[in-house]
């Protein structure tokens, strides 16, 4: 496809038509529930006008080749059309680094596993904007990945590399929150995750974040249910090396009302 090709292409795209692009790119995977609570959700006389419309608009963009959809579907097959899962396509990378600039990525069929946290973590970030859009809190910083990740120098000189699923700043009533989130799935034992927590002391060892910001940010483990909360806090509790100030861990259903809770979270170790 040439340049001429894709500005021709981008003339034919509405401003939600780009959006949409623009919101896989960020999150690299949607269903197609959350591409229409992203962007469909507003301005239809019911839930089920959203929904065809959004369906509607995603398959003409596959049409064009600028979205794919996965082999597999995320929560399997009965749930129909919700359970679509969304990728750019290679028209799609291109159009979106001709216009805004980037390195290229490669877009290929994920992994089950990987599919399943990538749907997870757009979860919370769907979720941070709906609060906003509910008046709940104010999102004043959202990353995903990878520009949500850090890079550092640990001990012996050695480059480091710490990679959240997202990094937000929140703020609500007079309180301004930091958030490293990471998304477990219960796929992991508890010592990897007290592991990783870890890798988060050793750059909160080096200042550099609080240099910038003024603290460090709370680290928020989000996870399935309750047995799997009491299991990591045990775990991070249980490392003597570990700061408890710095980590927390809540239910997926719990981590709205977490991030709405007015506390001065971040610390500066």
Known sequence: MSPA?????????????LAILESLRTHRLLSTRQVQRLHFDHGYTSPNAATRCANRV??????HGLIRRLARRIGGVRRGSSGLVWQLGPAGERLIRTLRGGNRRRYV???????AHTVATA??????HEAVAAGELELLTL?????CWRSFIGRHGVQEWLKPDLYAVTACGEFEDHWFIEVDLATEHPPVVARKARIYQ???????????????????????DKARQVALEAALRADARLQPELFRVATVDAFKTTVQAN?????SP
């Open 202 to 224: 050793r750059y909160a060892a080096t200042g550099a974040h609080q240099e910038r910001h003024g603290l460090f940010p709370a680290v928020l483990w989000v996870v399935p």
């Open 263 to 267: 506390a001065d979270l971040g610390a």
């Open 143 to 147: 990353e995903a990945e990878p520009t």
């Open 58 to 63: 995603l398959a003409r963009l596959e049409e």
């Open 123 to 128: 979860e919370l970030a769907i979720q941070l």
């Open 109 to 115: 069929e994920p992994s089950t596993t990987f599919a």
């Open 5 to 17: 090709d894709i500005y021709r292409l981008q003339d034919r795209l509405s401003d939600r038509d």
